[in-house]
């Protein structure tokens, strides 16, 4: 079977590094123009170099997804240089981790702002054109611990179940307008957000994990093409899990 991205235009939020950047790369690899946007211009700088020095052709543009006035611009200018979006991917997300009695209202703002209220900005930029043209892909990365929730995580889990709520509703409003929406929800996948943690919890991590081990940014990037694809048509308001086996639903 092949899957091909050929003749989409794509975005995915914060892919510069990560997971993201992984989907941006097999996006282009599939055949897709694929943009994506960054709030860290040395690390744009860093992946722009790499990818100019594979060949590949990746349009990049500063935006912090929090910032819905941002995201309309951004919209705006990607569907200026590149044409109507056909696949809108929402990865950019962030953790601040800690117990509810210690959180501040700060913390648990900035990952509500960044992580959920990032989705509506960007898909509600999107929704009309998929609507008028009637197609278009909505993905959105989720995490295991929406799923089941983590310690530590009341706020970084409350953002990441809310958007497979918000995947539901969307997918139901426009399922006849032959537009999909989905959460993917990843495991433990060895990015900087989790080399971030320190390295005996994550060997605790690991030993919960039944395969043994993290998954690829690569593992997480293949699934989202397949539900990028036209082969995926008939998947829609689903959370697709890549976790190892570590959560089983
Ligand atoms: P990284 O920390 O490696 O990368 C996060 C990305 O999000 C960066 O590109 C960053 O851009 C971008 N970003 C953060 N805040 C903003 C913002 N306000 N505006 C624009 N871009 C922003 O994370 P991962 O690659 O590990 O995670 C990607 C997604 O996958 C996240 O949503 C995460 O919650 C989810 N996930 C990750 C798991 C993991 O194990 N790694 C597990 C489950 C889910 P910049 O560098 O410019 O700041």
């Not at 909505?138 to 995490?143: D, K």
């Not at 957000?193 to 997480?220: F, H």
Request: hydrophobic residues 40%.
């Amino acid at each position: 079977m092949e899957v091909t991205l050929k003749g989409k235009v794509a975005l995915v939020t914060g892919g510069t590094r990560g997971i993201g950047s992984a989907i941006v790369k097999q996006f282009a690899a599939s055949g897709a123009t694929v943009a994506t946007n960054y709030r860290n211009q040395e690390q744009a700088e860093k992946f722009q170099a790499e990818m100019k020095k594979a060949g590949v052709d990746i349009h990049i543009y500063q935006a912090d997804v929090s910032d819905f006035d941002a995201c309309k611009q951004l919209i705006e200018t990607v569907e200026k240089d590149l044409g109507p979006i056909d696949i809108l991917v929402n990865n950019a997300g962030v953790t601040q981790d800690t117990t509810l009695r210690k959180m501040t209202k700060d913390q648990w703002d900035t990952v509500m702002r960044i992580n959920l209220d990032s989705v509506y900005n960007m898909s509600r930029n999107v929704i009309e054109g998929m609507l008028e043209r009637g197609s278009g892909r909505i993905i959105n990365i989720s995490s295991i611990n929406g799923q089941k929730g983590q310690m530590g995580q009341s706020n970084y889990a409350a953002s990441k179940a809310g958007m497979h709520g918000f995947t539901m509703a969307l997918a139901q409003e426009v399922a006849r307008k032959g537009i999909t929406v989905n959460t993917v929800s990843p495991g433990y996948i060895g990015t900087d957000m989790v080399m971030a943690v320190p390295e005996e919890t994550r060997n605790k991590i690991i030993a919960q994990i039944p395969v043994s081990r993290l998954g690829k940014p690569e593992e997480v990037a293949d699934l989202v093409t397949f539900i990028a694809s036209d082969k995926a048509g008939f998947i829609t308001g689903a959370d697709i899990s890549a976790n190892g086996g570590q959560h089983m639903m």
